[in-house]
């Protein structure tokens, strides 16, 4: 009880340090730096990003995964991995392709194109696990009483896509606001875009605290109103329903064609693009491009950090887990809920955090290692959280009371019991932090020790020097990284949804 606490007593840095700088800066100056034409531009833009490029994911994932799932679309048992692999592309990595492509590719339009291709996946993966599982018989017995086919859509499926909609709506959100390499290629000013500006020139400064105040209440704001929209109904039913499938709905041949259509266009704009640059630059680049030391030395680097970061958020969630699991209180759920706020917040929001902490506080922990890991298990204790919290909620109790009548202390009993029936859940929560961290930016921009650099370091560095064929050995290597946790979610979805 008390390690979770303290765990989540340091989450909430991020919010204490936004709210210390206001009554340091002061209300009056305070005000007169959010209420400026600079904040209205940057608030118009980020909110033109994300009303244009959320519905458009969210249309386009429920469509493709109708499609994919529900119909005799040819190829239908290849495009489920197919869709969901643009995950492993990184949205900058994914912007390096597009704008290597069309070298003129900038503002609004050209963000939307490049996050909806990096983040459909989000809406499609839930929405394909809902379809997948959802009763036929819901349907039929609609269809019996006289609804049409639009009617049974709207009235029977479409709401139970909900939360499929919410939540990967809401994930969608929160990446446009904390996303930083990609727009900046783009050349389209963001809140995350114009903090890092505003670090770069003035380092911790008030106007760059209370552009990320504003950004921070932006998330808040995400957060709440898709709290507001799920609302309380439920969603499961009493008993198994029927266990088959539902059957594919039979296209006309005249419309097979343009259908396979869309989704090759939609693969070639989310992984042919990306990969097809990366290749490119492989190839006009040669064997020069390919230097051993410097990414021998990028890999090692981050392959350790998110190790390490993977191993402490991994390690950090099972206290958390336990008490979300073991007990049904009010307090057991704000606990829970407390480290999903703050690790939605952007990632330099975080990492601003920590840099003023750590200056004025404990100096000794500034630009260390340390630190790095401290802000990226801040960052992704969700993806650890939620599968630990899942092996344990399988653990059966009453093994662990046979363990202690048999005399095992309580600690032996959590290691010889307990952590191994979790540790394959803890296994798949470690490797989701490690491919985050592995891809990780404007965080690791900000704390990392001199010296350091990663791949996404490596990458960036080379890209905004326009060395196109330098930053492509990294790009391909991260996206290979990302490649097993990629499928990894694909099968547990298929899982979950018992296909």
């Given at each position: 009880?008390?390690?979770?606490?303290?765990?989540?007593?340091?989450?909430?840095?991020?919010?204490?340090?936004?709210?210390?700088?206001?009554?340091?800066t002061g209300l009056s100056e305070a005000a007169e730096l959010v209420f400026r034409e600079r904040v209205g531009q940057l608030l118009i833009n980020t909110g033109l990003l994300v009303a244009c490029t959320v519905p458009i994911c969210v249309v386009g994932g429920i469509g493709?995964?109708?499609?994919?799932?529900?119909?005799?679309?040819?190829?239908?048992?290849?495009?489920?991995?197919?869709?969901?692999?643009?995950?492993?592309?990184?949205?900058?990595?994914?912007?390096?392709?597009?704008?290597?492509?069309?070298?003129?590719?900038?503002?609004?339009?050209?963000?939307?194109?490049?996050?909806?291709?990096?983040?459909?996946?989000?809406?499609?993966?839930?929405?394909?696990?809902?379809?997948?599982?959802?009763?036929?018989?819901?349907?039929?017995?609609?269809r019996a009483l006289g609804s049409g086919p639009v009617e049974v859509w709207f009235r029977v499926v479409l709401p139970q896509l909900r939360l499929a909609?919410?939540?990967?709506?809401?994930?969608?959100?929160?990446?446009?606001?904390?996303?930083?390499?990609?727009?900046?290629?783009?050349?389209?000013?963001?809140f995350t875009t114009a903090i890092f500006e505003q670090y770069q020139s003035s380092f911790a400064g008030p106007a760059g605290s209370m552009l990320a105040g504003v950004l921070v209440l932006c998330c808040l704001a995400l957060l709440g109103g898709e709290s507001a929209l799920r609302g309380d109904a439920r969603y499961a039913r009493l008993g198994s329903g029927a266990q088959r499938a539902a059957e594919p709905v039979a296209l006309p041949t005249a419309a097979k064609l343009p259908l396979v259509g869309v989704l090759i266009a939609v693969t070639i704009g989310a992984l042919g693009v990306p990969l097809w640059t990366i290749f490119r630059w492989l190839w006009l680049g040669g064997a020069k491009v390919w230097d051993g030391v410097e990414i021998g030395n990028a890999l090692g680097q981050t392959i350790a950090l998110a190790a390490s970061a993977a191993v402490v958020t991994t390690l950090c969630a099972f206290p958390i887990a336990w008490i979300a699991v073991r007990s049904k209180s009010r307090f057991a759920r704000w606990i829970e809920g407390a480290n999903y706020i703050t690790?939605?917040?952007?990632?330099?929001?975080i990492a601003l955090a920590l840099v003023t902490v750590t200056?004025?506080?404990?100096?000794?922990?500034?630009?260390t290692t340390a630190l790095v890991v401290i802000a990226y298990t801040m960052m992704f204790l969700?993806?650890?959280?939620?599968?630990v919290r899942s092996g344990l909620a399988q653990v059966p109790i009453g093994l662990e009371e046979v363990s202690r009548s048999l005399g095992e202390a309580p600690a032996a009993t959590f290691f010889r019991v307990t952590l191994r029936l979790t540790a394959p859940a803890a296994a798949s929560g470690a490797a989701l932090v490690f491919v985050a961290v592995s891809t990780e930016l404007t965080a690791t921009l900000l704390l990392a020790p001199s010296g350091t650099r990663t791949l996404a370091m490596q990458f960036w560095g080379l890209s905004g020097e326009l060395d196109y064929a330098a930053a492509a050995p990294y790009a391909l290597i991260m996206?290979?990284?990302?490649?097993?946790?990629?499928?990894?979610?694909?099968?547990?979805?298929?899982?979950?949804?018992?296909?």
């Open positions: 009880m008390l390690v979770a606490l303290i765990l989540t007593a340091l989450t909430f840095i991020p919010l204490g340090y936004i709210v210390s700088v206001l009554f340091d493709l995964a109708w499609l994919v799932e529900r119909t005799d679309v040819p190829g239908r048992a290849w495009w489920g991995p197919v869709l969901v692999a643009p995950l492993a592309v990184p949205a900058f990595v994914n912007s390096y392709g597009w704008v290597s492509v069309f070298p003129r590719m900038h503002g609004l339009l050209a963000a939307v194109i490049v996050a909806t291709m990096s983040y459909f996946p989000l809406v499609y993966l839930p929405a394909a696990a809902t379809l997948r599982r959802l009763d036929p018989a819901l349907e039929e017995s609609a909609i919410l939540g990967g709506g809401l994930l969608i959100g929160l990446h446009l606001l904390a996303e930083y390499g990609a727009f900046v290629m783009l050349r389209y000013d963001t690790s939605s917040l952007p990632g330099i929001v200056i004025r506080y404990v100096p000794d922990l500034y630009q969700p993806r650890a959280l939620v599968s996206i290979i990284a990302a490649i097993p946790v990629t499928y990894l979610l694909f099968t547990q979805s298929r899982k979950a949804a018992g296909a």
